[in-house]
């Protein structure tokens, strides 16, 4: 009997950089010593006081459902946090807690999209961004962007690209960015939010990498532009690459109170609430952590200027200095273009680009994996995550050096 799929189920790929880790651990658990630059979470462990917290709520029986959007002294932890942070006065009513960052995304384009409806994204784009687009029935159209720009659209793309448009609907905008590690200014940020207050676009801010900014670099949110932008902006934030809490799962968003209430109705009916367990971490991690998170900043900080020091000695290669997060995307066009690097074994099951076929071969010969730029909508790049140690980085790029070399010999 045939089975009939969804457009939707039929439509959406795996998450490419999960198939690198994936495929790294394969090899790894057979003994073969793989470089992984494709984890985009932090290898810290979670601060001891967030575990402890958790252990506590375990004790006192606080094991039940809670309120969908999330329990009140979360949410109040949340709202003093953007006031302190961010300078943003938003109360409980505006937030609504969600299973990851990447849940809180899908819940407010749910909220927000009708069919035909379009979003605005920048390329280099997260993995996640036009498939949960595509999963509301909505448009994803993408503005691109290049190292030479550092990854940042321009006023006048954003312009031109919405003037093409017949129901523009939202613009997706991540800062600190990932994959880039690219920052919007204060001045960039505000000149964008202008374009989108004169189109009537709704802002989805991800600042997930927000507290992780480098160099005296300072992070900005573009709903504390104006109250005109605020009533405009959905902030989406949460405790995973900060805190280390990647496997706890919340996320956050934080916006004007009819999109919030109506993505939290889709929630209910979703995935509810989140872990009990997860929300009594968290206001922990929001009150209590900020020294484990410098402590982290200022390690990430370091293997980034490492692993840039290593681009300085690859010839050929384009890339920028990431302020924020903690990926570097270099532009690998160059070998592309002029290497040999066909492999016979099919490790990507589907998309066949050349920098897939350069990963691939990258991962095969040469034991070393990144993502491939065309998980991103970019397929001149790779992408590196130096969530890593530090001898991890430096051996990683001696490979990544010798199978780029070697690749224009074959």
Not at 120 to 147: G, K, R
Not at 194 to 214: G, M, P, S
């Amino acid at each position: 009997m045939a089975i009939h799929l969804s457009h939707r189920a039929k439509a959406i790929n795996p998450s490419p950089t999960l198939t690198v880790s994936a495929l790294a651990k394969q090899m790894q658990e057979k003994g073969i010593n793989v470089i992984n630059f494709g984890v985009g979470e932090p290898d810290f462990n979670t601060p001891q006081k967030i575990k402890d917290c958790a252990h506590q709520a375990i004790k006192d029986n606080f094991t039940r459902y809670t309120n969908t959007s999330g329990i009140s002294s979360l949410r109040e932890a949340i709202s003093a946090k953007l006031k302190r942070d961010n300078d943003l006065d938003c109360s409980v009513k505006d937030i609504l807690v969600s299973p990851g960052a990447k849940a809180s995304i899908m819940f407010i384009l749910m909220a927000i999209c009708d069919p035909r409806d379009e979003v605005l994204i920048p390329t280099p784009y997260w993995v996640s961004y036009n498939s949960q687009v595509e999963m509301v029935d909505a448009h994803p159209i993408f503005i691109p962007t290049t190292v030479d720009s550092d990854f940042k659209i321009s006023v006048e793309q954003l312009e031109e690209s919405i003037e093409t448009l017949s129901s523009p609907r939202a613009l997706i905008l991540n800062t600190p960015n990932n994959p880039t590690g690219s920052v919007y200014t204060q001045k960039e940020l505000e000149e964008i939010a202008q374009i989108c207050l004169k189109h009537n676009l709704i802002i989805i801010a991800d600042e997930i990498y927000e507290k992780l900014v480098y160099e005296g670099e300072k992070h900005y949110s573009i709903a504390n532009i104006s109250k005109e932008v605020r009533e405009h902006t959905v902030l989406i934030n949460g405790v995973s690459k900060a805190y280390a809490m990647t496997g706890w799962r919340l996320g956050y968003a934080a916006g004007p109170v009819d999109i919030i209430k109506s993505a939290a109705r889709i929630q209910s009916h979703t995935t509810s609430c989140v872990n009990s367990i997860t929300q009594k971490a968290a206001i922990c991690a929001l009150d209590e952590c900020e020294d484990d998170v410098q402590k982290m900043r200022f390690e990430f900080q370091k293997r980034r200027d490492i692993l840039i020091d290593g681009f300085k000695e690859i010839p050929h290669i384009k890339y920028n200095v990431p302020k924020g997060a903690f990926y570097a995307m270099p532009d690998i066009s160059y070998y592309l273009q002029n290497a040999n690097f066909y492999t016979k074994s099919s490790y990507f099951k589907k998309t066949k680009t050349k920098s897939v076929r350069l990963c691939e071969y990258l991962i095969k010969e040469h034991k070393v994996a990144v993502v491939p730029g065309s998980a991103f909508g970019v397929d001149n790049y790779v992408r590196f995550s130096y969530a890593n140690s530090i001898d991890n980085i430096k051996e990683g790029l001696k490979n990544f050096k010798r199978g780029l070399a070697e690749s224009l010999k074959r």
